[in-house]
């Protein structure tokens, strides 16, 4: 009973985006910061087939309040990253993992935040999807940064064609919603009762994962930094139970029912 009026009550934010407005990052520093609980509006009613090498609750779960924290703090993951592992790169988990400790080292000195999430997948040839925030006027040298980083590692002087995508999400429409279904997105590879939950619905990966992570968050809007300001922490279940699913199956229809009126 407890867990069920504990996710009720969590459910009760789930009305708005997960990108809610965002807050002065210099008071998220302050010792008296109110607490906060953003729930996730990610919620359907459809099932879907079961499909191998999904990715579990409790690393999809920090994924989305990662992406909801860097929001609250005013670091929107409005830029994507996305970089193919060339047919000829001997370790692609090796050559990702490279990858996002540069950039979060690049991040943390230029740009004063390291804040990205990521997601490794195999269809079509590995390759991960890298959702970050960078300043507007920062983005080019970033987005060069990246490119030697890659001529490096995989010792070539001009990347094969395709090897690397780096843009704005979306500048038109609402730029929360853009990211949110850009979360959703690379989100897709989620257990069957993980997709109902979170209301992740788009195609599926059918292949393995590049490496033993296959999905992740830089520190700086990881659990522990959010414990630390306050932020919204992970609900520490397992995978999603029947009381869960129940219970985003209410806050589903009545937020249908809302968005009719």
């Not at 989620?190 to 059918?206: G, P, Q, V």
Request: aromatic share 6%; charged share 25%.
């Amino acid at each position: 009973m407890a867990t069920m009026f504990k996710l009720q009550k969590t459910n009760e934010t789930c009305c708005g985006s997960v990108l809610s407005k965002p807050l002065d990052i210099c008071g998220l520093q302050h010792p008296q910061r109110q607490q906060h609980n953003f729930g996730s509006p990610y919620i359907v009613t459809t099932l879907f087939p079961a499909v191998p090498y999904r990715l579990l609750f409790p690393r999809v779960e920090n994924v989305i309040l990662a992406a909801a924290y860097a929001r609250e703090i005013n670091r929107p993951l409005a830029y994507n990253l996305t970089i193919k592992s060339p047919p000829n790169a001997s370790n692609p988990a090796m050559l990702f993992e490279t990858i996002r400790k540069k950039l979060s080292e690049w991040l943390h000195n230029n740009d004063n935040l390291a804040a990205f999430v990521w997601t490794e997948e195999a269809n079509d040839g590995p390759h991960i999807h890298i959702l970050l925030h960078v300043s507007k006027e920062k983005k080019p040298k970033c987005a060069q940064m990246v490119r030697n980083w890659l001529q490096d590692a995989l010792d070539v002087k001009h990347l094969p064609s395709r090897t690397m995508k780096f843009n704005l999400i979306d500048s038109s429409g609402n730029p929360d919603e853009q990211i949110q279904t850009r979360v959703r997105y690379i989100l897709k590879r989620a257990d069957d009762k993980t997709r109902l939950f979170f209301n992740i619905d788009t195609k599926y990966d059918l292949g393995p994962t590049t490496g033993s992570k296959a999905i992740g968050v830089s520190q700086a809007i990881g659990e522990n930094a959010r414990k630390r300001t306050g932020g919204v922490q992970s609900s520490g279940c397992r995978g999603v139970s029947a009381e869960m699913l129940k219970v985003a199956t209410i806050s589903n229809l009545e937020r249908s029912s809302h968005d009719r009126c």
